[in-house]
DNA sequence: TCTTTAATTATCATTAAATGATAAATTTTA
DNA sequence: TAAAATTTATCATTTAATGATAATTAAAGA
């Protein structure tokens, strides 16, 4: 354990599943002297990276809202897509949520979302949340402008059940390629139904997607057309918008001094 | 530059003001070889704590989002206090935006809000932004509970104007604290007024404060019964929804295995 | 396209810091 | 108040970071 890896492996053992830790459990966990992890958490705790809570435990430190806070504020992509969500929401014409995604890791996360006032399930796309890759069109229209080696290596980080469904998904993914949107139905959540369309740029190495989520009993066949025409004319829009924040920063960054 | 402060260093080179930086520069700025540079950011590359964009560019990496979504889980505060920012709000005779901030560092932080649908302007409050300690009425709620040799480095890291303004800011914290709720019009944004309390758990360590902002042209005398009324009472209600979450912790950890 | 310049990675001897065993101090609990 | 647990301090040893330089790769210009 050294470098970052150091306080990194420490900052990823706080989870929603377990939001707080004593020092001598980290040190067990890391199989780590305890002089050491003291020290370590010590100076987490002076940058604010930790918080030291009631009982001798530790949870993660206030700094993550504020870097959060910048992040919003210099994400090309969260940047661009975030004032069109409330939009793309009413415009369709069922309740949604609805939802930009990319790649993180292996794995498909949220970046931004925005749910309608009377939307009543949750869903499990929430800001931050780590999604599975395969599975749900909103990572799907993330995987699926993905190809050679990169996909395959991504692909081979997911446990499939058998040969069979992998090749499937492989062959379902040059379909939705043709079609240019993705239409899942339960894989995430049940009763939920997914719509997505990729966003991307090259320059910025953005890959990511734009999607509505809805409860499948309020799906009539008849919306698929407002909500692919939605989906399509929104994920441009977005694309757009990066390339003139694209535009913006090189301005920026060359203005003379 | 070493242990954690080496990474946090370069962290914190990224604000609002300045949302991307190249190797050279941070190299300049730090005075620091490139080769470490390189080196160092590489690193927080592969932990998604820095991320590269267009033109050997370098900006806040999604790891960010991802803490702030454990934060928002973990942190007693915005647990207790989130759910009923809302309620607040709705409560409040005349739109406002209603605030749970901390202290962070000799700064105060907005670590979670919400704002009526019809309230038209900005307020400087906003999730993970620093704010000054000792203008409007959100910080002084929290610097109000402050006492003894704290309140003193705390002050002491502040400029006042003069001695008499840092006096008479002393004494009006006592008339506050007897008082039992801040006022404040102005102070941080003109055309605005702040009414707080103050929020604490001393076994959890949390020195905080509510807060409702409101246009001063949408008030009126008459309010401000009301205002103190829904401050006070979501205040102590969220003190004990913290005592709550302080036990359920307790309890959690202590369950036999 | 080729050429030049800038950006990034690799190497490695030197320097500096992290480690972890132990002891001491402090805080919490019984 | 005593005992136990937590946290800090110390320091010889180990290990990793540093930064000058060279090599490679990518980007920008001609």
């Keep these: 354990m050294s470098g970052f890896q150091r306080y990194k492996k420490i900052l990823d053992l706080f989870s929603e599943d377990r939001i707080s ?3 001598s459990e980290i040190s067990n966990e890391l199989k780590t002297p305890s002089s050491t992890i003291y020290r370590i958490v010590r100076e987490m705790v002076v940058a604010e990276f930790l918080e030291s809570a009631a009982g001798s435990y530790f949870r ?9 806070r ?3 504020l210099s994400d090309p992509l969260i940047r661009a897509g975030q004032p069109f969500l409330e ?26 979302d925005y749910k309608s006032p009377f939307f009543k399930n949750n869903t499990s796309y929430q800001k931050g949340k780590l999604m599975p890759l ?9 995987i699926m402008q993905i190809t050679g080696r990169r996909l395959d290596e991504l692909i081979n980080s997911e446990k499939f059940f058998s040969v069979d469904e992998k090749n499937s998904f492989l062959e379902g993914l040059k379909v939705d390629r043709k079609k240019g949107y993705c239409f899942t139905q339960g894989q995430v959540d049940k009763g939920l139904i997914g719509f997505a369309v990729s966003i991307s740029n090259k320059k910025l190495g953005i890959e990511a997607s734009l999607s509505s989520i809805f409860n499948s009993s309020d799906f009539l066949l008849e919306h698929e057309p407002i909500i692919y025409a939605n989906l399509t004319s929104y994920g441009l829009l977005v694309e ?6 694209f535009n913006d920063i090189q301005n920026y960054h060359h203005k003379p001094n």
């Design 87 to 112: 939009k793309l929401a009413s415009e369709n014409p069922i309740v949604s949520v609805n939802v930009l995604a990319r790649l993180y890791g292996n794995k498909v996360m949220c970046v931004a």
């Design 60 to 68: 993660l430190g206030p700094a993550f809202i504020k870097y959060n």
């Design 240 to 245: 757009k918008y990066i390339n003139e924040i």
């Design 134 to 142: 395969i599975y749900g069109a909103t990572s799907r229209a993330i």
């Design 70 to 72: 910048t992040i919003n």
């Design 21 to 23: 830790w004593t020092v």
